[in-house]
């Protein structure tokens, strides 16, 4: 799939609608995504068995309590060579949340000269992209990388960005047909999303067409930071929803078990996007399995300030 453009990878992106019927496994995942960053090294006409390659990464999600890049990423690059400290180094970026912090952070990646930056999210990859045209970029966890302008398109993606996309919009609409059909008497779909991030915001505007077709009213519940959140219960509280729809990015997810809470203590049906936000027989997930330790950081939520 990586073919060589003026001596360096072409990119790829691989659109993986299809693997979301069922669940991703977290190894395979990585793997696609590892496998198309060490093709860059690979290729590159520099190579140099004495060369220490420095790998970036760039998320913005929390911090984690060992200040480690992903591990299931490192166990993968170690499985194809690449051993820690002896010819590649890990320099970890985390926005907590924070877009405004994900301009500042790629660009000292780019000052302390990666050879790649690994990014989550399309927030961090948007960021990573505006600070360089020339250092590979390897994405994961984005959707509609060409709806955010992240690539000119799947089949001609050009540009220095590699990596895996999914087709999120779509999937949207059908996780709202999914609830309506769990909960048919549901009339009123709260929706919360991070009105900040652009890829959301898609979802929300397709989930609220979705809903729209189907005669469902939509309350819209936009969030930018932690304390946002106790706004959208207010509301839920004071106009009380038939069912929940979480938009999960960096955010929302930092803030997850404020929200799952709330669905529990006032009994409304959830659906969320991804497996690790469920708690057994109590809500909905339709997505690919991403554990929350892996990519999303590991501490459950950020406190209101």
Same mark, same amino acid.
């Given at each position: 799939m990586i073919g060589r453009r003026a001596g360096r990878p072409a990119p790829f992106l691989l659109d993986d609608a299809a693997m979301w019927g069922s669940v991703v496994?977290?190894?395979?995942?990585i793997g696609i995504w590892a496998g198309g960053l060490l093709t860059m090294p690979l290729a590159a006409e520099a190579q140099s068995r004495g060369k220490t390659w420095r /790998?970036?990464? =760039? #998320?913005? #999600?929390a911090r984690p309590p060992d200040d480690a890049v992903p591990l299931p990423l490192r166990q993968a690059l170690q499985e194809l060579g690449y051993v820690e400290q002896q010819n590649v180094v890990y320099l970890g970026r985390w926005a907590e949340a924070k877009q405004d912090r994900l301009p500042g952070l790629a660009a000292e990646l780019v000052g302390l000269k990666v050879d790649v930056i690994v990014t989550t999210g399309g927030p961090a990859s948007g960021a990573a992209k505006r600070a360089t045209s020339s250092i590979p970029i390897v994405l994961a966890q984005v959707g509609d &990388?060409?709806?955010?302008?992240?690539? !000119?398109?799947? &089949?001609?993606?050009? %540009? *220095?960005?590699? %990596?895996?996309?999914?087709? #999120? +919009?779509?999937? #949207? @609409? $059908?996780? =709202? !047909?999914?609830?309506? !059909? /769990?909960?048919? $008497? &549901?009339t009123r779909i709260a929706v919360l999303w991070n009105a900040d991030d652009l890829g959301m915001t898609m979802r929300y505007r397709e989930v609220e067409k979705a809903a729209h077709a189907r005669h469902v009213t939509v309350q819209p519940l936009g969030v930018r930071e932690p304390d946002d959140f106790n706004m959208a219960f207010s509301a839920m509280t004071a106009q009380r929803p038939d069912a929940l729809f979480l938009v999960t990015d960096a955010l929302t997810a930092? *803030?997850? $078990?404020? +929200?799952?809470?709330? @669905?529990?203590?006032?009994?409304?049906? &959830?659906m969320y996007e991804f497996s690790f936000l469920v708690q057994p027989g109590r809500q909905l997930s339709q997505g690919g399995e991403l554990r929350g330790s892996d990519l999303q950081g590991s501490r459950p939520e950020l406190a209101p300030r």
């Open positions: 496994d977290r190894r395979t995942f /790998v970036g990464f =760039l #998320s913005g #999600s &990388a060409d709806g955010l302008g992240l690539i !000119e398109s799947l &089949a001609r993606p050009g %540009g *220095n960005v590699t %990596g895996v996309t999914d087709q #999120s +919009v779509e999937l #949207s @609409a $059908k996780r =709202l !047909e999914i609830l309506t !059909e /769990v909960v048919p $008497k &549901a930092l *803030n997850r $078990k404020r +929200v799952i809470d709330f @669905a529990l203590v006032h009994r409304i049906p &959830a």
